[in-house]
């Protein structure tokens, strides 16, 4: 019988992961120090003082990963590349087994009919680039041009969803403009320059990437929120709206071929005294090469307030608020509201939603099972506002799960479990937990049960 919250036939059901979060293995068969190895080596930088040495151990796990993959009926697998693996140095000489890993993965997921999608960026830049400047310099551009042409090259024929980079915003924010992330710089003017490179970077790497890989699709991946005033006063909209620039339309505008938006430009020069001195000449058209989807991050909506009010939380609370062990709170209408502005404002090519899924306190139960009832109920709301903005016409083809284990989660090290399948990390024991249990049935049936619930109202 079909499901009464049917998805389209053929839309992709996928789970997502990332190399440092997940490979472990930081020193074997050639792989050179990429910054997260540094940053996360740098006594102070992760709250709970752990590292990615060694994390899920999936380099060396992979194919028992791949059998439960398979026994959850993972349509689609979206994980990244270690580029120092590849390119221990950044550039120059290519390490053969760290390709030879990918290889075998990519070998692995099609024998079991999973799809592939590649993600060449996800943060793990090799530290000797960035010993040579870092995104920001115009170098580190030129170099991840020869990284993906190296990867394409090589995986190319199997591989036919490309992800250059995932949340630029991120890399360059956090990692050069807040500290919080590697390489740690506090530097705006550098962060505006890096994200300036990350997506020049990306729009170079997109014919490169075609020419290696026919009928490839080629994407990128941005984390993208609905940014809702506090309040309907003007103040608040205004604020709303120079949020929604800083966080959304510096990427989608210059990607959908509008430039940097001069507002966004405006605010960067009066709040952080930053300058945008780093464009040239061809760049810009660059940048706007046309792709074949957008990929899409979301996990919560941003609220925002005028300057002033700064004592007030940045939250709209209700009784029935909800937030996860991120401190986001959960909101499933602001996705839906979000993929219909992106369709409505950018007509967008085909989206995939690339990472959706939340953090919560998991437990192993007495009866050996993770009973993680919230995130279950997480991904059933936002899958149906997924739903309801494909009713209104919104491309979206597929949707990736954050993640398919728990992991390293960045500077919170293991304190936050984002997984559909447990992990104990003293013995590295996996347990599928309810939640991945769950979708294995949603894919299963291509949709959900239940009566098509009215969108909950934030
Ligand atoms: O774990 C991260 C991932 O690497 C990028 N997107 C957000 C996730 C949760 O914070």
């Known amino acids: 019988m079909s499901p009464q919250i049917a998805f389209p036939q053929g839309f992709l059901w996928g789970a997502a992961t990332s190399s440092y979060q997940i ?3 930081w020193n074997e068969d050639g792989k050179g120090e990429s910054i997260w190895d540094r940053f996360s080596h740098t006594p102070g ?34 994980f990244s590349i270690t580029w120092p693996r590849v390119l221990p140095e950044g550039r120059g000489q290519v390490n053969q087994a760290g390709l030879d890993f990918y290889d075998r993965l990519v070998d692995g997921l099609l024998a079991r009919n999973i799809t592939p999608f590649v993600t060449l960026y996800h943060w793990d830049l090799p530290q000797a680039l960035e010993d040579a400047g870092g995104w920001p310099a115009r170098a580190t551009a030129e170099a991840f041009v020869d990284y993906a042409d190296a990867v394409s090259a090589r995986l190319g024929d199997r591989v036919k969803h490309w992800i250059t980079h995932n949340e630029p915003w991120v890399a360059a924010f956090l990692g050069y403009g807040m500290g919080v992330h590697a390489p740690g710089l506090r530097d705006f003017q550098k962060a505006m320059a890096a994200s300036h490179h990350l997506l020049l970077s990306h729009g170079w790497a997109v014919p490169v990437i075609r020419a290696n890989s026919q009928d490839a699709r080629v994407g990128i991946t941005l984390d993208l929120t609905d940014v809702v005033p506090a309040s309907p006063s003007p103040q608040d909209y205004h604020a709303a709206r120079e949020m929604d620039g800083f966080l959304n339309r510096w990427f989608l505008d210059p990607i959908f071929g509008r430039g940097y938006p001069a507002d966004v430009i405006a605010w960067f020069g009066r709040v952080h005294g930053a300058r945008v001195d780093f464009v040239q000449e061809g760049d810009m058209d660059a940048i706007a090469a046309p792709t074949d989807f957008l990929g899409v991050n979301y996990y919560t909506r941003h609220v925002a307030r005028a300057p002033g009010d700064d004592n007030l939380p940045p939250t709209i609370t209700t009784e029935d608020s909800e937030f996860t062990e991120m401190g ?92 559909i399948v447990y992990i104990d990390f003293e013995t590295q024991q996996r347990i599928v937990k309810d939640s991945g249990l769950w979708y294995r049935d949603v894919i299963a049936r291509n949709g959900l049960d239940g009566e098509p619930d009215a969108l909950p109202t934030h």
Request: hydrophobic share 40%; with cysteine.
């Open 23 to 25: 490979e472990g293995a």
């Open 45 to 78: 930088k992760i709250s709970d003082g752990s590292t990615g040495d060694i994390a899920c151990d999936h380099y060396h796990r992979w194919e028992a990963d791949l059998d439960l993959m398979q026994s959850l009926g993972l349509q689609a697998y979206r």
């Open 328 to 419: 986001w709170e959960v909101a499933p209408r602001s996705l839906f509201r979000l993929l219909n502005r992106l369709h409505f404002d950018y007509q967008t090519p085909a989206i995939y939603i690339t990472e959706n899924g939340a953090a919560f306190p998991d437990e192993v139960s007495e009866d050996g099972r993770v009973h993680d009832d919230r995130r279950l109920a997480y991904l059933d709301a936002h899958f149906r506002a997924a739903h309801e903005a494909i009713q209104c016409g919104v491309p979206l083809r597929g949707y990736f799960v954050w993640s398919l284990m728990d992991n390293f989660e960045w500077s919170f090290g293991y304190t936050k479990r984002f997984g």
